[in-house]
């Protein structure tokens, strides 16, 4: 068994998984990255800030929290709700089972491995404060790099229904936190818009 206080094997084998992503992103440097490789890096680092003393289960479900996405994609499912909920509930099955499968095969203890899935699976989201939190990083990575892009390819309701849904996923620290990030001009307004 490894000793359960060491991070490094399990991140880099989730890296390794997740630079196989075939969709590139751009980084803050303009070069382009895979694109879940990528996320993982902002969800690592979005951690780091908004809770330092994060345990070892939070801190590989944060760089897990979307483990090989590309490989359920979005277009198998039904273009509605339902279908949007359905595929939303087995990707996190799916980043569950294959970060399970990647920290048994480094030597992982079970009691570790239970609790990253079930912080993947999101089962006690606003009861288990670690659960919320991988949540409010989510929700704090999707606005600072994701949400201008969204905003700018949907109509202003949905956007402004998605930030009001958003901000109710989140923790009273982390609506503070989201408070500080450094979007741009249109977002801040669309968000303050959204909460008025």
């Not at 993947?120 to 404060?129: I, P």
Request: overall charge neutral; glycine content about 4%.
């Amino acid at each position: 068994m490894l000793q359960s206080l060491d991070a490094a094997p399990a991140l880099a084998a989730f890296d390794l998984a997740n630079q196989a992503d075939p969709r590139q992103e751009p980084d803050e440097q303009g070069q382009l990255q895979p694109q879940e490789w990528l996320y993982g890096q902002r969800m690592s680092q979005r951690l780091a800030q908004f809770c330092p003393q994060a345990s070892l289960a939070l801190q590989l479900a944060a760089r897990a929290q979307h483990l090989e996405r590309w490989v359920i994609p979005r277009e198998q499912y039904a273009r509605d709700r339902a279908g949007y909920l359905q595929w939303r509930s087995d990707l996190k099955a799916y980043h569950a089972r294959r970060a399970a499968e990647l920290l048994r095969d480094l030597g992982y203890d079970e009691p570790l491995i239970e609790r990253v899935g079930s912080l993947l699976r999101k089962e006690q989201l606003k009861r288990d404060a670690e659960c919320q939190t991988l949540e409010d990083v989510a929700c704090l990575v999707f606005l600072q790099y994701h949400f201008a892009a969204f905003a700018a390819g949907h109509a202003e309701e949905k956007v402004l229904d998605i930030v009001r849904k958003t901000w109710r996923k989140m923790s009273p620290a982390g609506q503070q936190a989201a408070l500080q990030l450094p979007l741009d001009a249109g977002t801040l307004a669309l968000v303050g818009k959204a909460l008025a």
